[in-house]
């Protein structure tokens, strides 16, 4: 039996009108190229010049889309996703630092927000990203085996214990953790770094997720491959899979240094290797647990499909669904209501820092053809079911 994500009702139960309504103009606007473009520069105008602009994004795009500026403020968000059986991954949205204070002080959130969650069955996983946690060129040079001065290796040692710290954490609170997948040129030593930590953790339960983008046409013989080496370690895999969010930036690198674009030809061999590696996984599910993080119906329902063919149930630990806060409601909320695993990742974060994460929502909002427009037909939808009734 296939979710109804039409249900526009169950969709949007936690949401009142007015809400509703302020959602609407936020995703019309946001559907306007020229408006986010305009917005992006004002916002950018606005800090430079000390404006008090923070009020006007705490109102609209953070409102959307985040949880508050620190942990505690996510709590109303929490309570109110547990309410429709839906849990929170506590994302610290905060990027582009770059020195070892800034990295230090990003190792004792990530830490806090394992303890807002040990414990927490609202709380399913908690969430890293390693660029949090080191800096870019370093990770980039380790990833081409480039060798490293020996400023560069204490450094280096730092990152793994800063990462070290993380994961024993996640072990000794038996509370799973995901690792994002970032770019291709940093992605193997991130790599590496997550195979350490399931051979470390993952012996009993599945505590250590790393993350495979299904954009890049190398991924789905990773992720077999990985399979295969886990088996011969005696250990389990935990997995999050995406599309992958760095498509442009991938490409036009690959164009200006002149390297084949590791990135699928188009996007429906996105598509087919997304579902193929869902498939795998179910085929697959004594020895992996998996998360589908996208907003993509057609594959949300093809897990569900496979699940069904397989007689797994719809708890099952090993099968997740995730969508980001403030997005695709008609899929997690129908999702969890029948009785699916299901979570959103709640990014939270002081307003300044967390603008590069909502520019890249607004960015990616901004086609009528794609999640914007389904958003905002959803939302007319409903808004009309309303006025019916
Ligand atoms: C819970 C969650 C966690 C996430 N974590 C990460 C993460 O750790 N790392 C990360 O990189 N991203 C992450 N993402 C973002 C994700 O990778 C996608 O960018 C985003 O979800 C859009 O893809 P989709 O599956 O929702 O659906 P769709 O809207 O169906 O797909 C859009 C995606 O398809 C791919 N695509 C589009 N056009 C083409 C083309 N011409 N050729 C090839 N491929 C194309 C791109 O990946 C694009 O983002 C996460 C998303 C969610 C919901």
Known sequence: MQVEFENTAIAFESKSTPELQRAYWLFK??????????????????????????????????????????????????????????????????????????????????????????????????????TGLARQELLEKLSQATPLTQEESEEWENVKKRVETICLKAFSTRQPVFIDAEETWIQPAIDQLAWEMMLKHNHRQIIIYNTIQLYRHDRLEYLKNLHYQAKQHGIKIGLKLVRGAYLEKERSRAVSLNYPDPIQPDKSATDRDFDAALKYCIQNIEDIAFCAGSHNEASAQFLVHLMQSKNIPSNHPHVWFAQLLGMSDHISF??????????????????????????????????????????????TQELKRRSRN
């Open 334 to 379: 129908n999702l969890a209501k029948a009785g699916y695993n299901v979570a959103k990742y709640v990014p939270y974060g002081p307003v300044k820092e967390v603008v590069p994460y909502l520019i890249r929502r607004a960015e990616e909002n901004t086609s009528v053809k794609g999640q914007t427009g389904r958003e905002l037909s959803l939302i």
């Open 29 to 130: 606007m946001l559907s306007a190229k020229w408006m986010v473009n305009t917005g992006k520069f004002l916002t950018k105008l606005g800090f430079a010049l000390h404006l008090p602009i923070q009020g006007i994004i705490k109102a609209t795009l953070f409102k959307q889309f985040v949880g508050g500026e620190s942990i505690e403020d996510c709590e109303p968000t929490i309570q109110q996703l547990w309410k429709y059986h839906i849990g929170t991954i506590l994302d610290y949205s905060v990027e582009g630092k770059n020195d070892e204070k800034s990295f230090d002080a990003s190792l004792h959130e990530i830490l806090r927000t394992f303890d807002k969650a040990s414990g927490d069955e609202r709380i399913p996983f908690c969430v890293f990203k390693v």
